[in-house]
């Protein structure tokens, strides 16, 4: 701006800048990518953790450090007998994965000359008696020469004890000694897929999945039939105090469902379907929200698609059904979405009105809670549970993505 | 009906052959109602014997009138007749009907279905793979009408597979038995004459005699379509609330009767130490997660909006925690809240411990008991609660952002304004009636809060360590179904609704015109 007098300066400063722009937008990329990646590495983890312990054992999930994946300790076969495989240190080459070939060999427990702490345990058979003693904090110890490995050391030993001999599976010659109860066991990655199989075994858990499919099924279908001819009619049928009516029922989306418990549950009582699937389904399939939503959507339908039916002779039933319907599908989705949701993950009222110790009547947030509740269940059939119970909406979510963001950005903004 | 058709319809005398019968069952409908009425007045010692009681013979009283008013329309042949006639009939049809099959526990056949749908489960899949198959045959550039055929026969097959090996034709037998052994014939009769009456007023036939006018059958249409919605409303959402506005004004265990008691439960609420304890409760957990679960989402909404890569990814894994149920998540979390070997005191550890060797410092890293500390368990819960909505209100936000007019950014870019700018200064002010919505919306779940510390401390109470825990939904829960002081907890119930309407009100009143609720 200030520089028309000196045009290469003006030329340097430009590229300077455009040079520093494009590095600001690296730097600002970047930072975006990192907070996002932030997040979802948030949002993600407890999944990730939901699966991997979903096919541990049971000890492993109470391992201290956690490891995410799914371990056991190793076996193996040699000369067609199982053996323990464990992580050993071999003197030269460190930590390495050899199996127990023999336990309970007698050994010493020997301590350096001028260092107590530092002791060995190491066979008997692999060590001489030198006749020496040495004295060390106020003991006197016999000192062994002993043969660790290639080289012999002079050492005192403090105490008998047994050790276990390790040998690597594919070198006989290669072998070590330690103590088995403090060795480490080698572990390898090793999925318990049967997990799933034993919680759908476990008290009727595939009875839940089921019971819940069947109650989604029937609140979805029995909210769709319900908002779309309750919507038509609030949309396209003149009659007395209709908007009164809409008005009144737009209102009583606003109404917490935590007012409607007790009621309702003394409603089921005296009906008596207190803990049937019954008590999850009749009460849900008249819902305001889904008038609401059907009965804004059929209005931005344009008035002369009907008029030509009416026309023809069309009654209302088979133009609703033949016209408006088809024309709606994206409501429909969504709202089938946010019913199937709904239906699905619904906890307290599943928890008041099936209050029975009879697990046939369960859905599967029920069946969790219990299992949950529970110690008697290894966190990690309970974690498989989990996996079950939030697989069949994942999928749902992936094959209808769109229309579960939709749900969301109409649920109140428009 | 086909009478009505055949006669000349100028002749006003020419009357079909159903009006007779029409008249004789107008006549007893209206004296079943006034019998009704009397059994009613004479009867005590109904449910709940005040509020229902009294709705009931009012709603008599208003049938049996409407029933003597609609014997004399229908000998005028007025409109008002098919109108007040067609009213009753319906309400009697799914009056009875519903008495009758409730009688025959048919609602609660949906458990049987249960237990026989477990082995059939497989057709529903084969059922669902046919309407896929179909849908996407039909959407293509060509559409394949061939697989369409197949695809949509499967479908059938698969249902009535389906149908027929979930018991269909056992089930229907076992109905023919109920209907006789459960003495409801005689109900399930009168429903089915209702229902046929109601039919025959509704045919164009009934429409010509009764000198119906356009707008007068449209009127008949609009309650007809509302009614299945409207009868479901009436009976599991209005009826319900007013009860519970009554028994809040009750002393009432659910056995013996209820003695009214005036507003004494909610002067009560204000000296309940339990009461003010969750409220106080509550009040913490907003002030802390509200903030904590809406800004993080609206600058996390902003970097999503912009055109990089990669975002709808990032959008469906944000949106993942609120499509898992609740409870499933609860109890993930509840293992990583494990004091012991849970991964967020192992995560506090590592990072402990990084920090003390960058910086040379001695801190010993913190390994709370996230669940069983009394200071502590009501943070667990705020941290669950903000992993499950953050990705709700991100997307939200999202939706919102992109509803804002593209050539305020163009204008903004011209003048030369930083990111930082064009979020202040027009995403931010743009977004309000957004913002107001997700903090309304944060705020209302916030206040109801209860399955989060109910899971999390179970099989504990869910009130948590020293009521730590204890919300109002969670006093109100347990008031209700383990105390059962019913009334009480309904006082509760109401005094909570009372406070998120009150809320929500000053939210939209602050959000100015463009709130929700302007349809």
Redesign the interface.
């Known amino acids: 701006m200030t520089a028309t007098s000196t045009p290469p300066n003006v030329e340097e400063q430009a590229r300077r800048a455009h040079r520093a722009k494009i590095i600001r937008n690296i730097i ?2 970047g930072g ?2 990192a ?2 990646i932030g ?2 590495t ?6 990730l ?2 699966v991997a ?1 979903a096919l541990k054992t049971p000890e492993d ?6 490891k995410i994946f799914p371990r056991t300790p190793a076996t193996a076969q040699v000369d067609g007998a199982d053996v323990e495989l464990y992580s050993v240190e071999v003197p030269g080459e460190g930590l390495t994965t050899l199996y127990l070939a023999e336990q309970g060999v007698q050994a010493g427990l020997f301590a350096q000359l001028d260092d107590v702490e530092t002791t060995v345990a190491w066979p008997l058979q692999l060590a001489s008696d030198t006749g020496q003693t040495t004295t060390l904090e106020g003991e006197t110890l016999p000192v062994y020469s002993v043969q660790l490995g290639t080289e012999t050391v002079d050492l005192a030993l403090v105490r008998n004890t047994a050790v276990g001999r390790f040998v690597a599976q594919d070198d006989p010659s290669v072998e070590t000694f330690a103590v088995v109860r403090t060795a480490e066991r080698a572990e390898s990655i090793d999925p318990q897929w049967q997990n799933f199989n034993e919680i759908i075994e476990l008290r009727d858990f ?2 839940s999945l ?2 819940t ?3 989604t099924i ?1 609140v979805v279908g029995g909210t769709l ?3 779309i ?2 919507g ?3 949309s396209r ?4 105090g ?1 908007d009164k ?1 809409f008005v009144a ?2 209102g ?1 989306i ?14 089921m ?5 207190v803990n ?3 008590s999850l ?6 819902n ?1 929200y889904g ?2 939503l059907m009965r ?1 959507f059929f209005v931005s339908i344009p008035k002369d698609l009907e008029e030509a039916a009416f026309i023809d002779g069309a009654k ?1 039933w088979k133009i ?1 059904w033949t016209i408006f319907v088809p024309l709606s599908w994206p409501a429909i989705a969504t709202l089938a979405t946010f019913m199937f ?1 709904y239906a ?2 619904s ?2 009222w599943p ?2 009105s099936i ?1 029975g110790a009879n697990s ?2 369960f859905v ?2 029920i069946a ?2 219990t299992l ?4 008697g269940e290894g ?1 990690n059939l ?2 498989a549970a ?1 996996v079950l ?2 697989i069949i ?2 999928t749902v ?1 992936v094959l209808a ?1 769109r229309y ?2 939709e749900n ?2 109409t649920s ?2 428009k | 009906m086909t009478t009505a058709t055949a006669a000349p319809p100028s002749a006003s005398t020419d009357q079909p052959g159903w009006f007779v019968p029409l008249l004789l069952w107008r006549g007893l409908t209206a004296f079943l109602l006034v019998v009704a009425l009397i059994g009613v007045l004479v009867r005590r010692g109904i449910v709940l014997d005040g509020p229902i009681r009294w709705t009931l013979i009012a709603a008599l009283v208003a049938a049996v009138a409407g029933g003597g008013l609609a014997v004399r329309w229908t000998m005028q042949r007025v409109h008002s007749g098919r109108l007040a006639g067609f009213t009753i009939d319906f309400l009697l049809a799914v009056v009875f009907g519903f008495v009758a099959l409730n009688r025959m526990d048919m609602f609660n056949g949906l458990d049987a279905v249960g237990e026989a749908f477990n082995g059939s489960v497989a057709w529903l899949g084969i059922v669902v793979l046919g309407w896929l198959v179909s849908g996407f045959a039909d959407r293509g550039e060509q559409a394949n009408a061939n697989l369409k055929q197949v695809a949509r026969w499967t479908m059938i097959g698969g249902l009535a597979v389906l149908t027929l090996s979930m018991g269909l034709l056992p089930g229907l037998l076992e109905f023919a038995s109920r209907l006789v052994a459960t003495n409801v014939l005689p109900l399930a009769i009168l429903a089915i004459a209702a229902g046929a009456f109601a039919r025959i007023l509704w045919s164009d036939g009934a429409a010509k005699l009764f000198g119906t006018t356009q707008s007068q059958g449209e009127t008949m249409d609009g309650m007809l379509f509302v009614a299945p919605n409207m009868l479901g409303f009436l009976a599991f959402f209005a009826g319900p609330l007013l009860v519970s506005l009554f028994i809040s004004f009750t002393e009432w265990d659910g056995l013996t009767d209820a003695t009214f008691v005036g507003f004494q439960h909610y002067i009560d609420l204000f000296s309940d130490d339990l009461f003010l304890r969750s409220l106080r409760n509550i009040v913490v957990f907003g002030a802390v997660a509200i903030p904590l679960a809406v800004i993080p989402a609206l600058l996390l909404a902003a970097l999503l909006n912009s055109k990089l890569p990669g975002m709808k990814f990032f959008r469906a894994v944000y949106f993942l925690p609120s499509i898992a149920g609740v409870v499933g998540v609860t109890l993930i979390w509840k293992q990583l809240f494990n004091s012991t070997v849970g991964y967020l005191n192992f995560i506090v550890l590592k990072l402990t411990e990084w920090f003390n060797s960058i910086f040379g410092s001695g801190i010993e890293a913190p390994q709370p008991q996230w669940i069983s500390d009394d200071s502590i368990a009501l943070i667990s819960v705020i941290i669950l609660f903000i992993w499950q909505q953050i990705g709700f209100n991100t997307v939200l936000f999202l939706a919102g952002m992109q509803g804002i007019d593209g050539t305020l950014y163009e204008a903004a870019d011209i003048d030369g304004a930083n990111p930082w700018h064009k979020f202040r200064n027009i995403t931010v002010p743009m977004l309000r009636p957004t913002t107001v919505f997700v903090v309304a919306t944060t705020t209302i779940l916030a206040l109801q809060l209860f399955n989060e510390p109910f899971i999390l401390q179970s099989p504990s109470p869910p009130s948590g360590p020293g009521n730590s825990t204890l919300t109002p939904v969670v006093y109100l829960y347990q008031n209700a179904f383990q105390e059962f002081q019913i009334g009480y907890a309904s006082a509760v119930a109401w005094a909570l609704f009372i406070l998120i309407f009150g809320v929500t009100l000053l939210y939209f009143r602050r959000g100015g015109d463009e709130g929700v609720l302007s349809t």
Do not use: C, K
């Open positions: 600002g990329r975006a990518y907070v996002l997040f979802a948030a949002m993600l983890f407890p999944f953790f939901m312990s999930t109470f391992r201290y450090p956690p595939d009875r089921t019971n499919i069947l109650v029937l039939f319900t908002s001819t309750g038509y009619a609030f049928v003149r009659f007395a209709r009516i029922y737009i009583s606003m109404i917490p469902f935590v007012v409607l418990i007790i009621p309702l549950f003394r409603l009582v005296s009906l008596g379907w049937t699937l019954g389904v009749w009460p849900f399939v008249f305001a008038t609401f804004q209302r609703l949701l699905w993950n906890f307290i928890l008041v209050n046939e009547d599967l947030t969790l809670q949950g509740g529970q110690a966190p309970i974690f989990i119970s939030v909406p994942f979510f993505q579960f963001v969301v950005a109140g903004i």
